[in-house]
């Protein structure tokens, strides 16, 4: 079963914004409206930042938001700030009720 | 507040098998799915699978069928992943996290926890 397909890294400077892509098929990203994203930082549980595409959940900043376009959904970072580097991850429902996860993004802030 | 904390570290060794517990606290057990989630060390999250503990239902991913089960105690509100034939590369932390049914987000998750399979 094979991963959605993430950028390895992404960078940016303090205060740009950034935007990582995550690629599946028409039998998970492009099929369902239920793409997540998760920020990891090292030695820590993965953080639910983005749900159902575009929803944020409560306490997470407006500066993360999320879209779909086709098999490719997208999370980008406007304002980019310091703790925002992490590892980021997408997953998606596919088809037979399995989900998948993205390969991961490292976000460095230059 | 809703809360899913796991057990501790384990050390196995190749070919026994690990039983690894997520008790759940502050919701309704029954009313959310419970998911489990593989990282390797350096590597990226893999799903393992799914269940339901109002009915015990279960889904795999195919990588680790005939391996893994799924299984939970409603009576204390905990979640357990059993995986066996353990080789070094299930070398991981592994996480258990809520998923509403039917869909995909995973909030909160556990804590995780480390397996080391190791002769």
């Known amino acids: 079963q094979s991963a959605l397909t993430q950028p390895a890294s992404v960078s940016g400077s303090l205060g740009q914004s950034i935007t990582i892509s995550c690629t599946g098929t028409?039998?998970?990203?492009?099929?369902?409206?239920?793409v997540s994203w998760y920020q990891q930082h090292p030695g820590k549980a993965p953080k639910l930042m983005i749900f159902?595409?575009?929803h944020r959940p409560s306490g997470v900043s407006n500066r993360f938001s999320g879209s779909k376009s086709g098999n490719t959904a997208s999370l980008t970072i406007s304002g980019l700030q310091t703790e925002d580097e992490a590892d980021y991850y997408c997953?998606?429902?596919?088809?037979?009720?399995?989900?998948?996860f993205g390969t991961g993004t490292k976000v460095t802030v230059l | 507040q809703v809360q899913l904390v796991q057990s501790g570290a384990e050390v196995k060794k190749p070919g026994a098998s690990v039983k690894v517990s997520c008790k759940a606290s502050?919701?309704?057990?029954?009313?959310?799915?419970i998911n489990w989630v593989r990282q390797a060390p350096g590597q990226g999250l893999e799903w393992m699978g799914w269940?339901?503990?109002?009915?015990?239902?279960?889904g795999y991913a195919q990588q680790f069928q005939g391996r893994v089960t799924m299984t939970r105690n409603t009576s204390i509100s905990t979640a357990y992943l059993e995986l066996s034939s353990l080789r070094s590369e299930d070398t991981a932390v592994f996480y258990c996290?809520?998923?509403?049914?039917?869909?995909?987000?995973?909030?909160?998750w556990g804590q995780g926890t480390q397996v080391t399979v190791s002769s």
């Open positions: 996290a809520r998923v509403p049914k039917g869909r995909n987000w995973f909030y909160p």
């Open positions: 502050g919701y309704t057990f029954t009313s959310f799915d």
């Open positions: 269940m339901d503990p109002n009915n015990g239902y279960t």
């Open positions: 028409s039998s998970d990203v492009g099929g369902y409206n239920y």
């Open positions: 159902d595409v575009s």
């Open positions: 997953s998606s429902y596919r088809t037979s009720s399995t989900k998948v």
